[in-house]
């Protein structure tokens, strides 16, 4: 060997000592994600990568067959993003397969195999909640879903869908006496307790009824807004259960009622356990003509002894309690844990949430929040004796009459129970129903386009 090569080896050893400790320390500063999970729906199907700071990302589409192509930028490959291609089930609307791997020094690549045309949006959130920094794919079919294609669909087996409910059943207590709430909340008002009814009929006070019931010449549309789902729990139990599983259980056992009901159909804002931004579940009960919008909920206090239904609507002078005035602004805050694209802007949202000709909206809202109240009286003690009002933005629809209904205390260890068990989400659902009703017998709705359903 030459002897000018000799004095070229301490060299190269020095450079291949720079490059293995540049590599290193790309390594050790990789970041690792802290969770990923995957919410599948029909509307669009939502993919969260959590870490500790910032993720730097990159995505673009391959065509024939059709590919989304994600790169993480200073992403370790660990276990947690090996074993997300597993999270991806079957009946995923719109994700077939997903790939991960390195695709070269310090990124990573995430290839999604897609079923169908699909339109992204991808974007960071800060940390809100139990999270830290999240970057969120939703992925949007090309062609959104008509929600109207929901009262098309033939009416569905009530009792069917009641038994498929995932539910969790359990003893009922029956409830005992109120017992003084913290002085931070109200005192609860208490109201016998009544079993559920033999056959699945809502009965109303004939002393409360016109005389002449309401006549209609079209379908009365009611939009059923489950509150909270996906990334959102909601509120927790102290026996685990969240706040979205039981409103949506609930929701699905109101929907079957109404769907019973001769000129009446009911849309589910959300039918699974997926997010839906509070401005867009305002927008979905407008699409679809919606003549009522009914927005179900768990309260929760920070004291386990009080307990209670409710039910509120929207104010513009303020609330009309500090603890209506604080549920508000922790049901606000959902889109801040949710998860909601603030790039986006959306005119027709804007217009909605901030329209401020609702006093008639109002007006409507509190008859239809007293008639509810009145029901629910029958089925679990009231928390207020009175409609509460709150500056909610889920109830800005400008022309919709809009209620958002607590129908109990998950935070209370026996309403929680209560909110599991099966009989209970029923007869919340007739109490609801009942209220309905006996609002439509005093106001009917107005004439419009009839919808026709084949």
Known sequence: MPRGNHATLPFLRFVAALLFGAFSSLASAAETLIATRIWPAEEYTRVTLEAANPVKHQFFFVKDPERLVVDLE?????????????????????????????????????????????????????????????????????KPRDP?????????????????????????????????????????????????????????????????PAKTDRLVIVAIDAGHGGEDSGARGRGGTHEKDVTLAIAKRLKARIDQEPGMRAVLVRDGDYYVPLAQRVSKARRVNADLFVSVHADAWVKPDVKGSSVFVLSERGATSAAARYLAQKENESDLIGGVNLGVKDPVLARTLLDLSQTAQINDSLKLGKAVLGELGDVNALHKPAVEQAGFAVLKAPDIPSILVETAFISNPEEEKRLKDAGYQDRMAIAVLGGIKRYLAANPPLARAKLVLK
């Open 74 to 142: 200073g992403i370790d490959l660990s276990d947690e993003l090996r074993n997300l291609p597993s999270k991806v089930r079957e009946d995923d609307p719109y994700i077939k397969t997903m790939r991960v791997a390195r695709n070269r020094p310090n990124v990573v690549r995430i290839v999604f195999d897609l079923k169908t045309e699909v339109k992204p949006s991808v974007f960071p959130l800060a940390p809100a909640g139990e999270y830290k920094h999240r970057l969120v794919l939703d992925i949007y079919p090309e």
């Open 148 to 212: 109207l294609l929901a009262l098309l669909a033939p009416k569905p087996d009530p009792i069917k869908e009641i038994a498929n409910s995932p539910v969790t059943v359990v003893p009922v207590a029956p409830p005992s006496q109120p017992a003084p709430a913290a002085p931070a909340a109200p005192q609860p008002v208490p109201a016998p307790a009544q079993p559920a009814p033999d056959l699945p009929v809502v009965k109303l006070d004939p002393k409360l009824d016109p005389k002449k």
